[in-house]
């Protein structure tokens, strides 16, 4: 195995044996090579400026300078994807989100509390991550952390454009494709239901979207995040404080209301079923998990695509995989959708809406910046 080609992870946290154990998970990995250990945030800075790693594991709890600290100056001083170590607790939950908005790409759940002895049970989801992020562009990861302010001046207000023109793929690029939909075929004054899909780098989108989202919102909006138990609800409460119309984490059995969003939480499917003239949220956790995803965003538009009591408007944004291509090829066969996908200049993974895109059904390739822009001309 040539070395020279493998890509560098620096492991941090304050206790030795984590270290050893985060360690031993890629002894003998094709890809990814251990260049060093810290034992807490300032001593993480000055490794990574030292040996440059590719991709940072960061336990959150850390005495000296904790994990959300060491964050915010490493995405000031030397930019590096950073994969956080937390607690399942609620605590650990919501510095998690912080953690995310603050410029990690991911997190990982310790099983047991910050010296996890059965740490091995989340070995196969760390490496992945781990692969995972040595990928992240950094050009991406910097334009991330840009604050909210300074993004909601670049949002363009051109309309959107009208005639179909398949996106073009390229090897780094991809051009902005026109609409599928014919404008005749999109009444504003039918009902719509926004769908939302997202994975790595996607709690940094969402608030990037749903805070710009009007009061007013004349539609549902159902979002589904992968992310494991506990974690989604911190997702919608930090969302609800931060935006204009209500976001909670669905409930069994509520009814769909306009101007909310609906967080799938963890380890659940997100579904309708209708009740008469109204929808209630169905939350699943029969259907196994699609592809590895529980909530899984092919799952959420399948469920929708059997409804034409609404149209559709579908986003896709960053993540690893493919999860969202399958269900929109569903909603596009059984009713009237329009479908937009973050472009890769401001994915951190370009992977479920590049996917998105090879369907050749995506009638818009956005900035995330532009996404709720777009949004709102549908309605």
Known sequence: MDFSKKRKLLIVDDSAFMRKLVSDFFQDHPTIEVIGTARNGRDAIKKIQN?????VTMDVEMPEMNGLDALKEIMEVCPVPV????SETQSGADTTLIAMENGAVDFVAKPSGTISLDLHKVKEELI??????????IINLKKSIVPSTTISQKVKTEPL???FKQAVIQKT????SHSMIKRSDWKKTSKKIILIGTSTGGPRALQDVITKLPKTLNAPVLIVQHMPKGFTKSLAQ???QLSKISVKEAEN???LQNGTAYVAPGGYHLKLNKIGNQFEILIDETEPPRAGHRPSVDVLFENISLYNDFDKIAVIMTGMGSDGSSGLKALK???NTYAIAESQETCIVYGMPKAAVETTLVDEVVDVNEIAEHIIKLL
Request: proline share 3%.
């Open 173 to 176: 690029h991809i051009e902005k």
């Open 51 to 55: 040996l440059q790693p590719n991709v």
């Open 238 to 240: 930090r969302l609800n």
């Open 161 to 163: 454009r009208s005639t």
């Open 83 to 86: 994969i956080m170590l937390s």
């Open 128 to 137: 992945r991550k781990v692969e995972n992020a040595a990928q992240v562009s």
């Open 253 to 255: 059995g509520e009814i």
């Open 333 to 335: 066969n059984t009713g």
